[in-house]
Antibody, heavy 118, light 107 residues
Framework: EVQLVESGGGLVQPGRSLRLSCVAS????????MHWVRQVPGKGLEWVSG????????GYADSVKGRFTISRDNAKSSLYLQMNSLRAEDTALYYC???????????WGQGTLVTVSS | DIQMTQSPSSLSASVGDRVTITCRAS??????LGWYQQKPGKAPKRLIY???SLQSGVPSRFSGSGSGTEFTLTISSLQPEDFATYYC?????????FGQGTKVEIK
């Protein structure tokens, strides 16, 4: 069974940093691209960042470019999102998601909540 | 960046109704588009990939069409379990972008 388990969320002050992790199991992690998607409670989905299987292709939403860094450790079947210079508007539930053939997300984690507030 | 404009933002419909949701891309995205369904408190679920290919296990009342800049998700006969929010997602190039979502409510 595929499992994606996010962690690292919490309450953080504006301007501070946070690192999210997503541990994967039940599939060959280094066969798949992985992404982060966030959602403000009660609002729509926002794509945040994606990384290819070998980290050779990486992309970011304009809203996080220059502040967030995505990475992965295939030996640990883990995906990360380093979030710096956090803003109130980064407050959201952050999901990690597995990509199949570069075409669609087929599995999502349960999400980890990030709250940026003083 | 490619913008996705999804409409309507919400709709009310009855069981058995035919429902159509549209996404327009700000530039051509070939058929690099998927549709997702999300219910409250749950992660999104895949419905359609490559604009018109039905995901395994998804009921055949769901269908997708379109290419280039205009795409449609159709539910041919709305069922009680279909009341949810639907999103399109383009993946032609980074940054990927979701539509704003369409909430399908019970009339």
């Amino acid at each position: 069974e595929v499992q994606l388990v996010e962690s690292g969320g919490g309450l953080v002050q504006p301007g501070r940093s946070l690192r999210l992790s997503c541990v994967a199991s039940g599939f060959t992690f280094d066969d798949h691209g992985m992404h982060w998607v966030r959602q403000v409670p009660g609002k729509g989905l926002e794509w945040v960042s994606g990384i290819s299987w070998n980290s050779g292709s990486i992309g970011y939403a304009d809203s996080v470019k220059g502040r967030f860094t995505i990475s992965r450790d295939n030996a640990k079947s883990s995906l990360y999102l380093q979030m710096n210079s956090l803003r109130a508007e980064d407050t959201a539930l952050y999901y990690c998601a597995k990509v199949v053939l570069g075409l669609y997300f087929d599995n999502w984690g349960q999400g980890t909540l990030v709250t940026v507030s003083s | 960046d490619i913008q996705m404009t999804q409409s309507p933002s919400s709709l009310s419909a009855s069981v058995g109704d035919r429902v159509t949701i549209t996404c327009r891309a700000s530039q051509g995205i070939r058929n690099d588009l998927g549709w997702y369904q999300q219910k409250p408190g749950k992660a999104p679920k895949r419905l359609i990939y490559a604009a018109s290919s039905l995901q395994s296990g998804v009921p055949s009342r769901f269908s997708g069409s379109g290419s280039g800049t205009e795409f449609t998700l159709t539910i041919s006969s709305l069922q009680p379990e279909d009341f949810a929010t639907y999103y399109c997602l383009q993946h032609l190039s980074y940054p990927w972008t979701f539509g704003q979502g369409t909430k399908v409510e019970i009339k």
